[in-house]
Each structure stands twice: as structure tokens, then as C-alpha cells.
């Protein structure tokens, strides 16, 4: 049985039929990529994972329990940190403040404004956060404006501080989305480290393949809302049922 358990999911929105029948197994400790053409399905299902729908049918568990019906933060409490396609960072504060404040969150269970003051005198909160950026070589950024970092560096930024949370699972919605291929090979490398350094499990939607094959041990290929194949990176290279879904190639050729 694995982390994240997904069996029977169906949803549908009017007559579209996101997902049907949606099974899906992930294991403790593995990078996990779920990929498929435009209109598979992806974001549906990550949706329903993390709260922001509720599948009409079917159940979702992470760790024997269930997540459905659960509200974002609550699904954050339960282990389980989300990396957005476009990075959420505070883009007014500087690299070292947006640190902070997971570190703060993770130890007195939420963050308000009204606690900003006390965060910033806070010896353990402020080691915590220095630990984490040197954990994810931003060190030499701690004083940086948020907002004037490259796209690379911002998403960085976001896993450190998905990361403070001491996350058991994260999910990633395309992470390397509208980077240069530098930052994305530096992304890639950044999530080698975590995955091999942390007791974490990763599962990972993307489009870019170079991602995808760099760092997934089981690849998922939905469409259509449903899962055509799941395998080795090395078995769905070439598979004809991804041809067909990618390129519309027949699979009896």
C-alpha cells in the first residue's frame, strides 16, 4: 500500500468528464510523475488531492486517511505541501523573511500579522530559516528582495520553504514551467538533492520531458481523465499507447 492512495476518482464539471475511474498507488519515499496531453486530467487530479475538489466519486487517502472534504491548510497539517505553477512567494519581503515564516508556522501552528514583530527577535525561528537557505545553497540571498529574483531562484525559494514545514509528501504542479533550461537543470538537481538527502516522497505533474525522465522512478500517463499506463521511465519511452495519446499515432503501427 502506498504514501498516497487514489482508487475509483471520478469527477465531472457539466458534461465534461475529468476523471473517470482514476487508480493510482504512490510509494513512501519515491518520485511519482503523473504526465498526459493538454485536457488529460493533471490539474483536476492534484486539485482533488489538496482540497480544492472534491471528486464526485472514489476516495483519496494519504497515510490511511482520508483527504477529501479537508481544507487546504488542514491537508498541510497532515504532511502534505503543494508547489504552484506560478511560485507563491511574498515578493515585498526579503529572501531570508519569507523563510521565516514557515519556520514560525511549523512551531506555533499558524502565522499573523500581529506576530511579525516577535517572529524577527526570534532566535530559533531566525537559525531555523538560516539552516534552511543554506540547506538550499541561497545563503548568499538572505537579504535579496523577494521579487527581484530570477524565476529559478523564486521557485527555489518556495521548495526551501515548502520544506520547513517538514512536509512527508510534495507535490509539484509543474515546477520548471516558464524557466530557461539552466534553471530548470538546476531545479532538477535541487530535487535530486531533497529526494535522496529527506524522508520525503515526491509526486510531480509536468510537461517537460526532460524533467519528467531526470527525475521520475514511476511515471503515471493519463488521458482523456483516465490512466492509459503506468511504468519505468525506461518502459514508457516509445510506449505505443503514449505515442498514440501524445501524437495521435495509432498504436496498432
Known amino acids: ?49 489538496v482540497g480544492k475538489l472534491i471528486p464526485d466519486t472514489g476516495s483519496v487517502t494519504f497515510e490511511g486517511q482520508s483527504v477529501l472534504g479537508r481544507k487546504p491548510y488542514e491537508i498541510n497539517q497532515m504532511g502534505i505541501s503543494r508547489v504552484f505553477q506560478t511560485p507563491e512567494i511574498f515578493g515585498d519581503l526579503s529572501v531570508m523573511e519569507n523563510m521565516m515564516i514557515p519556520c514560525f508556522a511549523k512551531r506555533d501552528g499558524a502565522f499573523e500579522l500581529n506576530a511579525y514583530g516577535s517572529m524577527m527577535k526570534d532566535k530559533e525561528i531566525i537559525e531555523r530559516a538560516e539552516h534552511m537557505l543554506d540547506d538550499m ?20 525559494l518556495e521548495i526551501g520553504m515548502c520544506l520547513a514545514q517538514e512536509p512527508r509528501l510534495l507535490l ?13 537543470n538546476n531545479t532538477i538537481d535541487l ?14 505533474i509536468e510537461h517537460d520531458m526532460h524533467v519528467v525522465f531526470s527525475l521520475a522512478e514511476r511515471i503515471t500517463v493519463l488521458a482523456q481523465g483516465t490512466p492509459l499506463v503506468e511504468d519505468t521511465p525506461d518502459n514508457i519511452k516509445g510506449h505505443p499507447k503514449v505515442r498514440e495519446a501524445y501524437l495521435g499515432e495509432s498504436s496498432g503501427h
Not at 17 to 42: C, F, M, R, T, Y
Not at 137 to 152: I, L, P, Q, T, V
Not at 191 to 204: E, G, M, N, V, Y
Open 172 to 184: 509539484l504542479d509543474e515546477p520548471t514551467a516558464g524557466m530557461a533550461r539552466a534553471d530548470t
Open 191 to 204: 530535487l535530486k538533492h531533497i529526494s535522496a538527502t529527506r524522508p520525503i516522497t515526491i509526486a510531480i
Open 1 to 49: 500500500m502506498g504514501i498516497l492512495e487514489i482508487k475509483n476518482v471520478g469527477k465531472r464539471f457539466g458534461g465534461l468528464q475529468a476523471l473517470s475511474d482514476v487508480n493510482l498507488s504512490v510509494a513512501e519515499g519515491s518520485v511519482h510523475a503523473i504526465i498526459g496531453p493538454n485536457g488529460a486530467g493533471k490539474s483536476t487530479l492534484l486539485n482533488c488531492l
Open 137 to 156: 545553497n541561497m545563503a548568499d540571498k538572505r537579504d535579496m528582495h523577494a521579487a527581484s529574483m530570477s524565476r529559478g531562484d523564486k521557485r527555489r
